[in-house]
């Protein structure tokens, strides 16, 4: 309350000394005047730089698109190549392998048990040294140009994963039967 009543005594003594005179008529005009000009010279000025900054940044741009473009294709993106990449008939052979192993594997953890559980495990590190071995042939593949004895290694390869899956399903058969009849002989 108090600075509000300050603030009106301050008011009414600066009453008379206060500027209270109307600007001459053509004073906004020259004010408009001298606002545009000032603004013509920034916006004069500023553009050159922002163009030239403009245009080095896009002609950076197409020099690196093009760059790259012209790079891509010389890059040897696949260092590694499979059995698909060599013909149709060699993809139709992956394919019938990759789905075997598969269906090998889904069968072994199926009919795994704790009796088997160290053969599983001695197979599956024979399984990644034989995967090892083919990561091998697949950037020998692509060396060689599609070398037929590349090509035939890789054939072996899948088929020693897949008869090797055979015969552990085999003794993981076995194993379980005969603990079946064990089962059945105490049951006796």
């Known amino acids: 309350m108090k600075k509000e009543d300050e603030i009106e005594q301050l008011f009414k003594r600066m009453e008379n000394q206060l500027d209270i005179s109307e600007p ?3 004073h906004q005009v020259r004010f408009f005047e001298k606002l545009q000009e000032h603004n013509k010279l ?5 553009p050159k730089k922002q163009n030239w900054t403009k245009i080095i940044a896009i002609a950076a741009s197409i020099t690196i698109l093009f760059g790259i473009t012209l790079i891509t294709p010389l890059i040897n993106t696949n260092e590694t190549a499979d059995l698909s990449s060599v013909s149709p008939q060699m993809e139709d052979a992956q394919n019938f392998f990759t789905v075997a192993i598969q269906a090998q ?4 953890n199926k009919n795994s048990s704790t009796e088997t559980d160290e053969l599983v495990r001695d197979v599956m590190k024979q399984l990644e040294k034989l995967e090892s071995n083919y990561e091998t042939l697949k950037k020998d593949l692509v060396q060689s140009g599609n070398d037929k004895r590349v090509i035939s290694a890789m054939i072996t390869n899948f088929q020693k994963r897949a008869s090797l899956l055979e015969e552990v399903l085999e003794k993981i058969n076995d194993v379980n ?3 079946l009849l064990k089962n059945e002989n105490n049951i006796l």
């Open 24 to 26: 001459s008529d053509n």
């Open 42 to 46: 920034i916006t004069l000025q500023q």
């Open 105 to 108: 594997l889904e069968e072994i």
């Open 177 to 179: 039967a005969l603990k």
